[in-house]
Nanobody, 118 residues
Framework: QVHFVESGGGSVQPGGSLRLSCVVSGLTFSEYAMSWYRQAPGKERELVATITTPGPGGSRIYVDSVKGRFTISRDNAKNTVYLQMNSLKPEDTAVYYC?????????WGQGTQVTVSS
C-alpha cells in the first residue's frame, strides 16, 4: 500500500522559513517524479514545484510566484521529498500536499498547514 506523509508545516512570520518533508512508502521512490501542491482558502489547488527522477534530464520546475524562494529536493535513500521555503509571504498560506502523478497512478498525501502571519 502506498503512503505519502507530509510534515513540517506550522505558523511563521513573514520573511521566515519552513522546510516541508514528505516520506513515501510502498513504491520504488527513486523512479517517481514528485511534486508539491498547495491550496489556499477559497482557491483552487495549484502546483508549486516538481522534481523529476534523477539522472540525465532530471529537472526542477517552479511556479513563478515561488521562484528564488522555494527549493524542492529529494533524498532517495530516505524516500523523502522536501520543500525548503524561504522569505515566506502571507500569500503562501495554504495546505501543502505532496503528489506523484503518472499515466496509471495519482498519489497524494494528507497535507500540512502552512500559515504566514504577523
Amino acid at each position: 500500500q502506498v503512503h505519502f506523509v507530509e510534515s513540517g508545516g506550522g505558523s511563521v512570520q513573514p520573511g521566515g522559513s519552513l522546510r516541508l518533508s514528505c516520506v513515501v512508502s510502498g513504491l520504488t521512490f527513486s523512479e517517481y517524479a514528485m511534486s508539491w501542491y498547495r491550496q489556499a482558502p477559497g482557491k483552487e489547488r495549484e502546483l508549486v514545484a516538481t522534481i523529476t527522477t534523477p539522472g540525465p534530464g532530471g529537472s526542477r520546475i517552479y511556479v513563478d510566484s515561488v521562484k528564488g524562494r522555494f527549493t524542492i529536493s529529494r533524498d532517495n535513500a530516505k524516500n523523502t521529498v522536501y520543500l525548503q521555503m524561504n522569505s515566506l509571504k502571507p500569500e503562501d498560506t495554504a495546505v501543502y500536499y505532496c503528489r506523484s502523478l503518472g499515466r496509471t497512478y495519482d498519489y497524494w498525501g494528507q497535507g500540512t498547514q502552512v500559515t504566514v502571519s504577523s
